[in-house]
């Protein structure tokens, strides 16, 4: 990037002295950290001053020193939105007599969700215009909706401040009246009884957001009237209320990243006493589906480390009963399942693809939907309805647009309901290649990298190539088309999606492999996929930019104190970086029902293993690549002061004249901000610093 004459500002070094298992830190810049009180007080005192203070001026430096790029990126912004069809709506869904359509309209940031009475041809019944709602907000989320059995009303949940801490309100919707019934502090989720009354929602803990209690509401009764009806007091678990396809059972499920629980009521006697499914022991987890007189899991029990679906009678419901249904695969990790009248559908995945088999109940057929790329991304809608022969999926590439297919399981006919249109005029698919590579790693495990590139992209040492990876929670992240990456690739880069451990590409053993004692792995294996592109003369250093969020942003710190030499550039969304201080404090949200993921430093053994690579914990006085850190203020999963006190340490230590660039949305949290064009301009503020230090600002 050009030279400035700005400077950045220069941290304030406070020391406090942290002390654990008689290990001393001395971290310079904990007085950046706020409590949610000091955020949102009216008036700021003076430690929330200093912070706003340090951030604003963070701030902006960036502005100062990306001012020269600002026109540039307020192009890719405008070329990104012009492939975007404004006047889109989704494929109409059926449910309980309704067809329900979400579209927007051109110009406008938010959905509007709607529904037509039996047949597409009836009238339009406009149930929510968010762009109404989210007038006079700076962040809007409407999240939750969820239809009585009747019809007649809605709850649904809003949050304004992005820190998924939603409010529950009730419409009727046979008049538009919004009640005044208002329950707080909700994760935005809440099922219907089968009277038409009567919800079941969860509540968070005010501190921890963890999600701690289930609660009944009665419509028209005063909130302070509502029952707990479960209390989750294990601070390592999480719970939530959900309601069986069927529509016969409210679920109480518990969670934690290896143990479940779940308990179940009569939909139609809600005021009943729910009963235990399985309580949970360690290291047994399951989902719960109803079909006819049986709950179907999908389960680890028995050691199924890929997952296995079992079932048992609904009048013996412990693990004892369970019977398999599909036996386990070492090659086949079992990640979903829907159950139909006729056919049970199974979600699969392998050696890192997705397969969609399906099977009828009476095993008269049993097959896969067919696939013929070799980099791609396939998964089943909702599909509410339990009486049907078609179930709907989608599917989609690094280089074929998003299409939604309705396919008829009986006599195997498929009409593809909506294929994405990508606007402007210049976007053919045959222009973009996709292949898949396999790098060695260190410890002779063969990684995934799923590459896509404009044909005429020369493949050499000065191309450009930006690496992405997650590598945690198990979560995969799917080989999927994006129009916004394409202002990129059409500019030279090549995008590689490093499929690493801590991801479940491989099955479950290749998450287990990347957590606790083994996350080095997750790290190690980006890295030696950057090597892997570097020799074989896809990039350089010169030329390699890698990019994560959240705990892929860890996997930035990670990487850049490992190896900064192998990156000319680095972007850090909301980075989970100051990892032994997070996880040492069960007051910050998310920290206990994290233990299984990390480690609880409490314990010496993981202490000293996540220090040795907790990137706040790991700066050095040595040279770093070009980095731009990204967060936002009222983030409840990555608190903004990680990212900040990072920058602030680089800034002390870094031993080179590369940027270093912090920029805090100071009204957004985790997400980033809420209009679908707001989302826009922050991937165009990402490509413009990626593309401003290759010198392509056209």
Not at 226 to 241: A, I, L, R, S
Not at 459 to 473: E, F, H, I, M
Not at 517 to 530: A, E, Q
Not at 577 to 598: C, H, N
Request: hydrophobic residues 30%.
């Amino acid at each position: 990037m050009k030279s400035s004459a700005a400077k950045p500002p220069i941290a304030e070094k406070i020391p406090t002295q942290l002390e654990k298992h008689n290990d001393v830190r001395i971290d310079n810049y904990f007085w950046m950290r706020l409590s949610d009180d000091q955020k949102l007080a009216p008036v700021k005192d003076e430690q929330t001053q200093k912070v706003v203070d340090y951030l604003e001026a963070e701030n902006d430096y960036y502005n100062q020193i990306t001012d020269y790029i600002k026109d540039f990126q307020e192009h890719l912004f405008q070329e990104m939105k012009g492939r975007i069809k404004e006047d889109d709506a989704s494929v109409p869904y059926k449910s309980n007599g309704y067809f329900y359509i979400t579209r927007f309209e051109i110009g406008k940031q938010y959905p509007i969700y709607s529904r037509k009475k039996e047949t597409l041809a009836a009238d339009e019944e406009i149930l929510f215009d968010v762009n109404e709602l989210a007038k006079g907000f700076d962040y809007f989320k409407l999240g939750g909706l969820s239809i009585s059995p009747n019809n007649k009303l809605a709850v649904f949940a809003t949050d304004t401040v992005s820190r998924r801490q939603y409010f529950l309100r009730f419409k009727n919707l046979e008049t538009g009246e919004i009640y005044k019934d208002i329950i707080d502090n909700t994760t935005g989720g809440a099922v219907w009884a089968n009277d038409n009354k009567t919800i079941f929602y969860t509540k968070k803990d005010p501190t921890t957001l963890r999600s701690s209690k289930i609660f009944r509401h009665v419509l028209g009764t005063s909130t302070a009237e509502d029952v707990e009806v479960y209390h989750e007091q294990d601070e390592t678990f999480g719970t939530y209320v959900t309601k069986s396809k069927s529509k016969k059972y409210i679920l109480i499920g518990s969670y934690s990243t290896l143990s479940t629980e779940a308990q179940f009521l009569d939909a139609n006697n809600p005021t009943g006493k729910f009963t235990m499914l399985q309580e949970r022991q360690p290291n047994l987890e399951f989902n719960v589906a109803h079909y006819k007189n049986h709950f179907y899991l999908l389960t680890n029990k028995d050691n199924a480390t890929n997952f296995k679906l079992m079932k048992t009678s609904v009048d013996k419901t412990t693990k004892e009963n369970w019977v398999d249904v599909i036996p386990h695969r070492e090659d086949t990790l079992l990640e979903d399942f829907s159950i139909f009248k006729d056919y049970l559908v199974l979600e699969e995945r392998t050696n890192g693809l997705n397969k969609i088999r399906i099977k009828r109940w009476d095993e008269t057929e049993d097959y896969y939907l067919p696939f013929d790329e070799e980099t791609y991304s396939a998964g089943v809608h909702g599909n509410p309805e339990f009486d049907t022969n078609c179930i709907r999926y989608s599917y989609n590439s690094f280089t074929t647009p998003s299409s939604v297919i309705d396919f008829n399981m009986s006599d195997k006919s498929k009409e593809i309901k909506k294929e994405q249109e990508v606007l402007g005029g210049t976007f053919k698919k045959e222009n973009y290649k996709s292949k898949r590579v396999w790098a060695t790693a260190r410890d002779g495990k063969k990684v995934a990298i799923s590459l896509v590139y404009h044909k005429d992209t020369k493949l050499d040492k000065n191309t450009p190539l930006l690496q992405y990876a997650y590598g945690s929670y198990g979560y995969t992240i799917p080989d999927s088309f994006s129009t916004t990456r394409l202002s990129l690739l059409d500019r030279g880069f090549v995008y590689a999606l490093a499929h690493i451990r801590g991801s479940e590409y491989l099955g479950r053993d290749w998450y287990d492999d990347g957590k606790m004692l083994h996350k080095k792995n997750t790290f190690y294996d980006f890295i030696d996929c950057s090597k892997f592109l570097i020799e074989n003369k896809y990039t350089s250093a010169k030329h390699l930019y890698a990019m994560g969020g959240s705990a892929g942003g860890l996997l930035m710190g990670a990487i850049v104190n490992m190896n900064p030499e192998l990156y000319h550039g680095i972007i850090a969304a909301v980075p989970f970086v100051d990892v032994i201080s997070t996880m040492l404090d069960d007051s910050i949200p998310l920290t206990t029902g994290e233990y299984d993921e990390w480690g609880n430093p409490n314990e010496k053994e993981y202490y000293d293993y996540i220090k040795s690579y907790s990137p706040y914990d790991q700066v050095e006085a040595k040279a770093y690549p070009n980095m731009l850190v990204t967060t936002g203020y009222h983030d409840s999963q990555v608190q903004y002061w990680e990212p900040a006190k990072w920058v602030a340490k680089l800034r002390e230590l870094k031993t080179d004249e590369n940027v270093l660039l912090l920029h805090t949305n100071m009204e957004a949290g985790h997400g980033g901000a809420s209009g679908r064009f707001e989302s826009l301009k922050e991937t165009a503020k990402d490509y413009a610093f990626l593309l401003a230090l290759e010198n392509k600002l056209r």
